[in-house]
């Protein structure tokens, strides 16, 4: 993989951070002042996509969901525009729980229909079982070690599927969906990346 070739623009790693309330820095501000603030929002995909965010695609089987996610990974790995929506060049990490060969199929016909040079998109086929924090660790560490030579951290993860990466615990448990979500802000503060979970509605 030729990750952000060198005549197109780097991205940035991370959106601006607030800092931490210090002894010299208030932890309150009054709302004149804040409200006066410009707004510090940084776009991947504008409209839809913020980085250090954690976003759901959801809808019935068959509804093309990996489409769309394939399809967003691979133009912020071009630079494409999204539905004629303005994206910032980056590095995409697809993990796919499952259906390697058809992802295979999906990523070759994109590059191959918009007539790019594969570049800029890793992926995984291995669940992650993020609701335990020690297999967390380990997907920080890999990512870590993919992007260490490289100019930039991923600007998008994403999970297909929630299921297929959620492990043993029960999506319906309230303390199981918080162990997850949990390691999800981790990503997100690790990487500073946009994480685009693709998941199924449980009712058609």
Not at 121 to 141: E, F, G, K, W
Request: net charge negative; proline share 7%.
């Amino acid at each position: 993989m030729s990750a952000l070739t060198p005549d197109r623009a780097r991205p940035e790693n991370t959106p601006d951070q607030p800092a931490p309330a210090t002894a010299t820095t208030p932890r309150f501000t009054w709302v004149q002042e804040f409200c006066a603030r410009p707004p510090s929002q940084s776009w991947l995909i504008r409209d839809y996509l913020e980085p250090d965010t954690v976003t759901v695609v959801f809808g019935d089987s068959g509804a093309f969901k990996s489409f769309m996610a394939v399809d967003m990974s691979c133009c912020i790995a071009t630079g494409k525009q999204w539905r004629d929506r303005p994206v910032k060049l980056g590095i995409a990490l697809y993990v796919a729980g499952e259906g390697g060969s058809g992802l295979k199929k999906r990523f070759r016909a994109w590059f191959e229909h918009h007539d790019e040079t594969m570049r800029n998109v890793a992926i995984s086929t291995v669940p992650l079982a993020m609701c335990d924090p020690a297999n967390v660790d380990d997907l920080v560490a890999d990512i870590q070690a993919l992007v260490a030579n490289l100019p930039a951290q991923p600007s998008l993860i994403v999970l297909d599927t929630l299921n297929t990466h959620f492990g043993d615990g029960d999506e319906n448990s309230a303390a199981d969906m918080r162990k997850f979500l949990n390691s999800l802000r981790r990503l997100c503060a690790v990487t500073g990346a946009a994480i685009l979970i693709v998941h199924h509605v449980g009712h058609a």
